[in-house]
C-alpha cells in the first residue's frame, strides 16, 4: 500500500506515521503539510504545501496512491461556524475529491472526534463531512472518533492544556486505557486502526474509542 497522510504534524497525525512506518503492509508513505514532519525513513517522502487550498498545484505528485490518513485538524473554540467549516469540512471534501478523482481505486479514513453526533456547531460540520465522505465511491472509508488520547514516547500534543494534563497523569494512563476503553486509547492502537480502515479491515463505518482499541489491536495483515 502506498499511503499519503495529512496531518503529521499533529499528535495524532504523528502516531498514525509511526505505525505506518512499521506496518509491513505499507511500501510508501507520503507526508503532506506546511512544514515538515521532522522523521526520516526509507519509506517516507514528504511533499511541502504552502497553501493546502491549492491542492491543484500537486496534482501530480497525488497520482498512483492507494490511500489517505486525514488527520487535520483546528479547534472550533472562539470560531464561526463559516470559520470552522472553512478548514473542517471544505479542505477536506476539496482534498477527498481530488484524491478520488487521481486514484479511482482509493481509499481514505478521516479523524473526526468523540461527540461528533452530537448538536453543537463544531458536531453538525464533523456531520457533514462523514456523511460526504460515506457518500463518496472510494474502495474503503471509515471515520474514527477519539476521545482521550495517550501519546507514545515522543509523541505531543500542541495543545498546551492536553499536553499539560497527559503529563500529570502519564503514570496511570494504561490503567485509564485498561479499565475505560469507550473513553481512552492510545495512539498506537489509534494509528494502527486508521491503517486498519484503509485496508479494509473493518466492520463499520465509524469507529468510536471502544472500537478504535478493539480494531487497533488487530495485527497487521
Given amino acids: ?32 503539510g506546511r512544514r515538515s514532519c521532522g522523521v526520516q525513513h526509507p519509506k517516507l517522502r514528504e511533499l511541502r504545501v504552502a497553501d493546502l487550498f491549492d491542492c491543484a498545484a500537486v496534482e501530480r505528485e497525488l497520482t498512483g496512491w492507494d490511500a489517505c490518513i486525514w488527520a487535520v485538524g483546528i479547534s472550533s473554540l472562539g470560531l464561526a461556524e463559516a470559520d470552522y467549516a472553512k478548514v473542517t469540512e471544505e479542505l477536506t471534501l476539496k482534498w477527498a475529491q481530488a484524491l478520488l478523482r487521481l486514484n479511482p481505486q482509493f481509499s481514505f479514513c478521516y479523524v473526526s472526534a468523540a461527540g461528533a453526533g452530537g448538536r453543537g456547531m463544531w458536531a453538525r460540520v464533523r456531520q457533514r463531512v462523514e456523511g460526504a465522505l460515506k457518500s463518496m465511491p472510494f ?14 514516547p515522543g509523541i505531543r500534543s500542541q495543545t498546551r492544556a492536553y499536553q499539560a494534563a497527559v503529563v500529570l497523569f502519564r503514570p496511570f494512563f494504561p490503567l485509564f486505557v485498561r479499565t475505560s476503553p469507550s473513553w481512552f486509547t492510545t495512539s498506537e492502537r489509534l494509528g494502527r486502526a486508521m491503517l486498519r480502515v484503509v485496508q479494509g479491515r473493518t466492520d463499520r463505518f465509524i469507529l468510536e474509542s471502544a472500537d478504535i482499541n478493539r480494531v487497533g489491536m488487530q495485527a497487521s495483515a
Fill in 1 to 32: 500500500m502506498k499511503l499519503i497522510l495529512l496531518g503529521a504534524t499533529g499528535m495524532i497525525g504523528s502516531g498514525a506515521l509511526r505505525e505506518a512506518l512499521a506496518d509491513p503492509d505499507v511500501e510508501l508513505v507520503l507526508s503532506v
Fill in 139 to 152: 474502495r474503503h472509508v471509515g471515520i474514527v472518533r477519539p476521545f482521550l488520547i495517550q501519546p507514545g
